[in-house]
């Protein structure tokens, strides 16, 4: 479903198939595809829409250490195991208690999600073509991912107070700058906080 | 090549590298404690910066669609609520649909 959405919303922002096809296959981080996607079709810079999508895509390195604790990848398995690091393979991954338990939930999420994701793209940008995204109230799914994905962190005070300053930061910057650059300037805002307050043990999973 | 094209071959390389350096470079450099804060609250942040320019940002001028306003409020409403993803996206994109239908 997720899949359809990206490829529809893709397509309506004036990607061709394959170009939503590519960024499934390759990219294959929702929140990233999900911010390139709008930032272009809101009329941002290609170089914003890229910087957004890689600030958002950190994260997947962070994640990366849990994961190579629990699946242990041989050399040669390394490459694969990265493609499918992401939020739910890495949930599901450490939410298990058996390291061989996370392990199996690491290989059969990742391998679920990557399939249904790259079907679901392509099925979504054929029949994006010829749909209306605003009838269908599709411009609604990235705000509503972004507002799904955002809501665990909200859960911790420094979560929230992070997430108000940016929140005031992109909305005095929207007149004065282009498209995608108050979601970079967010960016900044984070890291600023990260170096300016004191870090508890707990922040960077999840 | 067009510069989209480049930006999203930039952007899925670029997005796979950062996986690989996850699982490949050594512990001590992702485990200091300043930088897993930092990128702690980096998606905290982006994310807000999304939906803020999502709602309220019609072609760099301040400006707010209706029914995009409610669709999403539906959609905070059902996390509230402990909704799923899926359910919370298919609440935000009916209630947006539904209202534009009418209006």
């Known amino acids: 479903m997720f899949g359809l959405t990206f ?35 809101a009329g941002g810079s290609p170089l914003a829409a890229l910087s957004s999508a890689l600030l958002l895509g950190i994260r997947n390195a962070f ?13 040669g398995r390394r ?10 393979t890495t949930a599901m991954a450490v939410a298990q208690r058996k390291r061989a338990a996370g392990r199996y939930a690491f290989w059969a999420t990742g ?50 107070h992070v997430a108000l300053v940016a929140a005031v930061v992109a909305l005095l910057l929207i007149p004065f700058v282009p498209a995608g650059v108050p979601v970079i300037a967010s960016a900044a805002v984070a890291i600023g906080a990260g170096i300016a307050t004191p870090a508890s043990n707990t922040e960077a999973e999840r | 090549m067009s510069t989209v094209w480049t930006a999203i071959l930039a952007a899925s390389i670029g997005c796979y590298g950062l996986k690989l350096a996850g699982v490949s470079l050594p512990d001590f450099l992702l485990n200091h404690p300043v930088v897993q804060h930092a990128a702690g609250l ?40 402990g909704g ?10 009916a209630v947006t649909a539904a209202i534009r239908s009418i209006a």
């Open chain 1, 7 to 41: 490829g529809a919303l893709a397509v309506g922002s004036g990607l061709t198939v394959i170009q939503a096809v590519v960024m499934s296959a390759v990219m294959f981080t929702g929140a990233s595809q999900f911010a390139l996607v709008g930032i272009l079709g």
């Open chain 1, 79 to 88: 490459p694969l195991t990265a493609h499918f690091v992401i939020d739910e």
């Open chain 2, 84 to 93: 799923s993803l899926p359910i919370v996206l298919l609440v935000a994109v």
């Open chain 1, 63 to 75: 994640y990366g250490v849990p994961v190579t604790r629990i699946v242990r990848p041989s050399g």
């Open chain 1, 111 to 160: 391998l679920i999600l990557f399939s249904m994701w790259n079907l679901g793209t392509l099925t979504g940008a054929v029949i994006g073509r010829g749909i209306d995204i605003r009838a269908l109230g599709l411009d609604a799914a990235g705000p509503a991912i972004f507002l799904a994905l955002l809501w665990p962190a909200l859960a911790r005070p420094a979560g929230r």
């Open chain 2, 42 to 81: 980096l998606p905290a942040a982006m994310l807000t910066a999304l939906v803020i320019t999502d709602l309220f940002d019609a072609n760099g001028r301040y400006g707010a669609d209706l029914p995009l306003l409610a669709g999403v409020a539906a959609g905070a409403l059902a996390l509230r609520l």
